[in-house]
């Protein structure tokens, strides 16, 4: 398959609240008040967790197929230490992201443990968020000046 | 400031779709049906350029508002690719993730070319979503065989 192109384009509703449309998606994202918003919706960074589990999820059950093992659920459990101190340009060593995460998978299954840490490591090689997040991602940012009318704003190109 | 932790917890209600809670609120993901869903949500990788953008428009206010600009509105778009085939299991050479991720700003600003520059470099510098992505993020993934019944998944330490 060749590569396939996902979209985003969105406004600001807010210095901290932000809507997302994603094909016929929207999606609002907010902060909480301790960190500037009006916690209408989950934060960015919490979003990012969203992804990733989501991802795992996907991955995990397409792996378990591949290898014969019956999931009848799958829970999860992301935790990440994030210090803002960096984001709000105070002096530190620590980086502006998630410090790391801790995952925990808890797959509903009868297959054995020698069996699961195979799928495990197969979810991971092959999931697109653990990649993004493991891994460089390039990233090109650019500025415009040509700020749109609001009822423009889903149809920019 | 100390680190802060974000958490999700949540499970799946398909092989493509996730409930994920992330404090009192609920976020569903799904994939599109040419990626094995029903197309009820945004999918994991669209989900992370939600999260990309919500944090660039924090990060951008703030930034903004430190530099002396006016931020009338914030317009942003991003584009990534992305080839599922390592996803898959089909053979290539492509990462799992996303190639690269395009990002445009498009202030409403009376604020000059130069200054913009800077805004630019500081928030990239800043921005927690663009620091794990751009930079690895170390991560500590296990499998639990402590299957919960569903309506205790939430209450899960």
């Not at 967790?49 to 999860?76: D, F, P, T, W």
Request: charged share 25%; proline share 5%; net charge negative.
């Amino acid at each position: 398959m060749s590569a396939l192109t996902f979209s985003l384009q969105g406004y600001s509703l807010s210095p901290a609240k932000f809507k997302a449309k994603l094909r016929d998606f929207e999606v609002i994202i907010d902060e909480p008040q301790n960190l500037g918003g009006t916690d209408e919706a989950p934060n960015p960074v919490e979003y990012l967790l969203a992804s990733y589990a989501g991802c795992l999820n996907v991955v995990g059950h397409l792996i378990a197929k591949e290898q014969g093992i019956e999931l009848k659920g799958l829970q999860i459990k992301i935790n990440g230490d994030l210090n803002p101190d960096k984001l709000f340009g105070k002096s530190t060593n620590d980086r502006a992201g998630f410090q790391g995460l801790r995952v925990t998978l808890i797959p509903d299954t009868d297959a054995g443990v020698e069996q699961l840490a195979e799928w495990l490591q197969i979810v991971e090689s092959r999931c697109p968020v653990n990649d993004n997040l493991l891994r460089s991602t390039p990233i090109r940012v650019s500025v415009e000046k040509n700020f749109k009318d609001i009822n423009q704003v889903f149809s920019l190109n």
